[in-house]
Antibody, heavy 117, light 111 residues
Framework: EVQLVQSGAEVKKPGESLKISCKGSGYSFTSYWIGWVRQMPGKGLEWMGIIYPGDSDTRYSPSFQGQVTISADKSISTAYLQWSSLKASDTAMYYC??????????WGQGTLVTVSS | QSALTQPASVSGSPGQSITISCTGTSSDVGGYNYVSWYQQHPGKAPKLMIYDVSNRPSGVSNRFSGSKSGNTASLTISGLQAEDEADYYCSSYTSSSTLNVFGTGTKVTVL
């Protein structure tokens, strides 16, 4: 069974760093793209970027380029999304999804990130 | 890239059919047969309902169907049921970015 399991909710202060994770199982982790999606409170879905764990090819949406870093450790089938300096506007639910030909058939359960002083 | 345009809300009575539109441009919806639709219940992760314009993943009810004409894709839900009340998002491949683009989202209400 394909599963994407994300790390738990986080509460951080502005300026702090953060790295959240998404662990894949039940399939060949290196053969599919993993994407990250942001959903701000009460708002819609936004693609942030995607990574191909097989060779770490990473692409970012222009809106998120330079704001976050996406990485993966194929030895433990885990993808990451990280911030070096959080802002209050980063408060959102973040989802990872397995992507094949642009289609996301499997999603993680989401990680809620709250940034507040 | 700009989000695809969807109506903010659509409603219908149980048993009725409703259609949600998703309007883009020739650089995304109109140019490729790579439109997918996702259902999201409150507090839940999105769920794939339709891919490649009109294909249903295994396990998705045949009450859900997709189509496309020009720069507009559509999701039709027939025999509307209470469990269909959710937010729906379209998504399309776009030549302007290496990532797909989502629609603005539509809240479906079952009256």
């Amino acid at each position: 069974e394909v599963q994407l399991v994300q790390s738990g909710a986080e509460v951080k202060k502005p300026g702090e760093s953060l790295k959240i994770s998404c662990k894949g199982s039940g399939y060949s982790f290196t053969s599919y793209w993993i994407g990250w999606v942001r959903q701000m409170p009460g708002k819609g879905l936004e693609w942030m970027g995607i990574i191909y764990p097989g060779d770490s090819d990473t692409r970012y949406s222009p809106s998120f380029q330079g704001q976050v870093t996406i990485s993966a450790d194929k030895s433990i089938s885990t993808a990451y999304l990280q911030w070096s300096s959080l802002k209050a506007s980063d408060t959102a639910m973040y989802y990872c999804a397995r992507v094949l030909d642009g289609v996301s058939g499997y999603w993680g359960q989401g990680t809620l990130v709250t940034v507040s002083s | 890239q700009s989000a695809l345009t969807q109506p903010a809300s659509v409603s219908g009575s149980p048993g009725q059919s409703i259609t949600i539109s998703c309007t883009g441009t020739s650089s995304d919806v109109g140019g490729y047969n790579y439109v997918s639709w996702y259902q999201q219940h409150p507090g839940k992760a999105p769920k794939l309902m339709i891919y490649d314009v009109s294909n249903r993943p295994s396990g998705v009810s045949n009450r859900f169907s997709g189509s496309k004409s020009g720069n507009t894709a559509s999701l039709t839900i027939s025999g509307l049921q209470a469990e269909d009340e959710a937010d729906y998002y379209c998504s399309s491949y776009t030549s302007s970015s290496t990532l797909n683009v989502f629609g603005t989202g539509t809240k479906v209400t079952v009256l």
